[in-house]
């Protein structure tokens, strides 16, 4: 890494005084211009203090007080604050997130203090305040700052910003930041952190509908993460202006930031898991096919789609309603012009095999008759204005109000809203739209800055609850999901979001649009999403805005069997730009010639190619449930970039449209139209081609011809890959008898299986299956060992196992001592063998 100059401040700010404020030059405004307009930061350190808790106050000389909390080896905590620190409280970090005890020792020298853990140094200089952590092991500088850390306050805002400023250079890659609609790596760029309805957003919008203020470094091969824990709106600058230099800033609050050290990056992601937590294990049926529409109604449409999902053998598991389902908009309620029997409905579709989700908004219609509406005025629920009165304002209905879902007692009632739908009349899960949160007609498209919010206990105003209203909104959901049906496990899609809000809802990235542009980023926001807490996240395949070509939807399509949330949703025929049309007129506004987008809409052929696909997701629901139980177990995304297999070849970094899906699949999107061949690249180590079976040595570039009917897969050697036969819907697993089971040669090799109810808890007392496959190869002797974990009694009887690459098709097969001959088949270099489903041993040769 070049050798970076120091910089006091970074020539991005300016430090004049705002526009809005007029002095005239006397001695008294010059006095008073002091009181208006201040900077603080640590100053000159002259020792260090234990609090207790691995925590550390800095003694520095400077108004701004710094506290070091070492939470692990490799986990720091950097806290700034205008004397001693207020409330520590965060939405973002998992209840159950502690600092560990950790040895440190703390040494001085002439230029400064330093805490030392087992595997980093954390030195803070006498001079100023400023901080550099060094890796131990490597003497790798991780993190250092260019100038000290910094608050500015305004007699008018108080705490105006909050900023931090490290040294970097070019060749450092940043990663993260959620669903930012850019190339994968950020360098060179600028980003804010505001939740925005974005309709139809473009390439380089600043701001999306979440905020996910955590990155990841990678510098000289070496991984770390940063997480800001603010939820003012946020900035990251990660040396656009080219002054070697990366600034994140806020616009209040408290400089509260966290150091996450790798060195490897699946290091990071799961530090960064455990301190904003982990989703639950969905439920089964979430990872199958769903299909939406804004909007499917009414019931007869409903029904017609369903048969012909059935009828065309296109698998799929849910179907959604969207906001027409309503009365008039109102959450909680139907139009029983358009569905005079919910509860029928939803029954007869569950016969189908289909699980039903609807949509719930924030913005509650301002209605006296409305039940809704009525007990929240009774429950004091909806948010205020700065002068206490109601904040009314315009989204589907002209008039609504908002409730808080940062008051404890708004996000319990809130949660008892679903029990019509979900216990009686057996909606299956829930979809929170709008909650960033938006409104139509307003400058703002959301609250303006007074509005009022309870914030646990604290109150304060919008400019510090808006980015995490939505992931409050979805909290509420979640918890009143769990406590009205306590043995059922809830599946919730969110827009608007935080970082940990992966603990309540899974994401999609929002109404994005029909083009090859928005495939590729479709592609670069589910992986980056993923890297950053929300692994349970998928796009709008196809489009929500125009229409897709048929090869477009195709490739969506095949890309997104590889998004744990697979879903279809498109404007259909409503009308163009929605979140202009005033709600009264949406209806009159349908019908223009757009056309629907189910897989088959585009014909035979087509429909041919979208069928493959879909097949294919369920095929590898055995696969997809164990790398999100592993997920869950080990913090890694089920997503990843090439980088995190690899972290010191360069060609994984410049191949960053391609990904990892779980720990042995790598998957080559085509995203690009009318393409007949392209090149991939693998990364190091061996890999399989998922489709022809043939091996090939990592860290080389192919070109490989492209079919329509399939994107290019490949496996890792020594992968054992559990999949199935194709259903119609999940409900149909649990009553599989036969797992398939592909072994990819090699030396060596060991993969996972895990599989339960697929609903429930039960897992938690015991009640799964886990099974792992250790592969040996010594000689001609090919040994496939399985050892099993759990007490779950699986449909499965026997698994047909595929061995691939074998040098030489074996005569001879053992499984747990006896020779076997029967069901068994041999090809070139491929042999298919039936055993019992707990068998212990496979020997060939």
Request: net charge neutral.
């Amino acid at each position: 890494m070049p050798k970076i100059p120091k910089l006091k401040k970074a020539p991005v700010f300016s430090y004049a005084p705002a526009p809005h404020l007029v002095f005239d030059g006397d001695t008294a405004n010059t006095a008073r211009y002091d009181d208006v307009y201040r900077e603080h930061q640590p100053g000159a350190v002259s020792g260090i203090t234990p609090l207790g808790a691995n925590t550390y106050r800095i003694e520095g000389s400077g108004t701004l007080v710094l506290h070091i909390t070492v939470w692990s080896e490799r986990l720091i905590r950097f806290r700034a604050t205008l004397g001693a620190p207020g409330r520590d409280f965060s939405y973002a970090l998992d209840p159950a997130a502690r600092p560990g005890l950790v040895k440190t020792t703390v040494l001085e020298n002439k230029t400064a203090f330093t805490l030392q853990t087992a595997a980093l140094e954390v030195s803070i200089s006498k001079a100023d305040g400023t901080v550099s952590i060094t890796d131990r092991a490597t003497g790798t500088v991780l993190h250092e700052h260019s100038s000290g850390l910094y608050l500015r306050t305004t007699l008018l805002e108080g705490i105006q910003q909050v900023r931090l400023q490290f040294r970097t250079s070019a060749e450092e890659g940043f990663y993260g930041m959620g669903d930012k609609a850019w190339d994968t790596d950020l360098q060179g760029t600028e980003w804010s952190n505001y939740n925005e309805d974005a309709f139809a957003f473009t390439r380089d919008r600043k701001t999306n509908y979440r905020s996910i203020p955590f990155f990841y470094g990678l510098r000289e091969g070496y991984g770390y993460g940063i997480f800001l824990d603010n939820t003012y709106r946020s900035h990251f600058d990660f040396n656009s202006h080219k002054n070697q230099v990366a600034t994140v800033w806020a616009d209040g609050g408290e400089l509260n930031y966290y150091f996450l050290a790798g060195p490897a990056l699946d290091d990071v992601a799961a530090a960064y898991h455990q301190l904003t937590g982990l989703p639950e294990l969905p439920p089964l049926w979430a990872l199958g096919f769903h299909q939406c529409r804004w909007s499917y109604y009414p019931e007869s449409r409903v029904r017609e789609l369903a048969d012909t999902f059935r009828a065309k053998r296109i698998p799929c598991d849910a179907i959604y309603l969207d906001i027409d389902y309503m009365d008039g908009y109102r959450c909680f309620t139907w139009n029983h012009d358009y569905f005079p029997d919910p509860k029928g409905m939803i029954h007869d579709l569950r016969e189908q095999g289909f699980h039903t989700v609807v949509m719930i908004d924030p913005g509650i219609r301002v209605d006296e008759n409305y039940s809704v509406y009525a007990a929240g005025m009774a429950e004091d629920a909806f948010c205020k204005r700065g002068s206490g009165e109601l904040m009314v304002g315009p989204v589907w209905p002209p008039e609504c109000v908002w409730p808080d879902y940062t008051k404890a007692s708004v996000r319990s009632w809130w949660g008892q809203l679903y029990r019509e739908l979900y216990c009686e009349q057996g909606v299956s899960g829930f979809w929170n739209d709008m909650n960033e949160p938006a409104m139509f007609k307003v400058n703002r498209l959301t609250f303006p800055d007074d509005v009022r919010h309870d914030y646990d206990g604290a109150p304060t105003d919008h400019r510090k609850a808006h980015n995490i209203y939505g992931m409050q909104m979805t909290r509420a959901s979640y918890e009143g999901l769990k406590t009205l049906q306590p043995a059922k496990r809830p599946f919730l899609l969110g827009r608007a979001n935080f970082s940990g809000g992966q603990r309540h809802a899974a994401l999609w990235t929002g109404d994005n649009v029909a083009s090859w542009e928005h495939l590729q980023i479709a592609n670069r926001q589910c992986i980056r999403l993923a890297i950053s807490g929300y692994s349970m996240v998928g796009t709008d395949i196809g489009g929500f805005v125009d229409d897709p070509s048929p090869e477009l939807l195709t490739r969506w399509l095949q890309l997104a069997v590889f998004h744990p949330l697979m879903r279809i949703h498109s404007m259909g025929n409503n009308a163009d730009g929605a979140a202009e049309v005033e709600a009264e007129e949406v209806k009159k506004a349908e019908a223009t010639n757009r056309q629907d987008q189910e897989p088959w809409v585009h014909g035979k052929e087509h429909t041919r190619n979208n069928r493959k696909a879909i097949e294919l997701r369920y095929e590898l629901l055995p696969y997809l449930y164990t790398s999100f139980r592993q997920h869950l177990v080990t913090g890694k995304p089920v997503l990843r970039n090439l980088f995190f297999h690899d972290q010191r070849d360069p060609l994984c970094r410049t191949y960053s449209d391609q990904f990892l899906f779980g720990e042995d699949l790598l998957v080559c999107p085509v995203l690009k139209k009318g393409v007949k061949k392209m090149e991939v690249y693998l990364p190091r180590g061996e890999w399989y081609d998922f489709w022809e079976g043939t091996p090939h040595p990592g860290q080389q570039i192919l070109k490989i011809k492209v079919k329509a009917s399939r994107i290019p897969i490949f496996v890792r050697a020594g992968a054992s890959l559990p999949t199935a036969e194709v259903v119609q819907s999940t409900s149909e697993l649990s009553k599989a008898t036969t797992l398939h089971l592909s072994v990819f040669a090699a030396t060596t090799g060991s993969s996972k299986f895990y599989w339960d109810a697929g609903e429930g808890y039960g897992h938690a007392a015991g009640q799964y299956t886990e099974r792992t496959y250790q592969l040996t190869r010594l000689g001609k002797k090919t040994t496939l060992a399985q050892s099993i974990r759990g007490d779950f009694n699986a449909s499965f009887q026997t698994i047909q196992v595929r061995f691939l690459g074998l040098e030489e098709i074996p005569k001879k097969i053992r499984v747990d001592g006896h020779k076997v001959s029967s069901g068994v088949s041999r090809s070139k270099h491929e042999l298919v063998v039936q055993v019992p489903f707990d068998f212990e041993e496979i020997v060939l040769g």
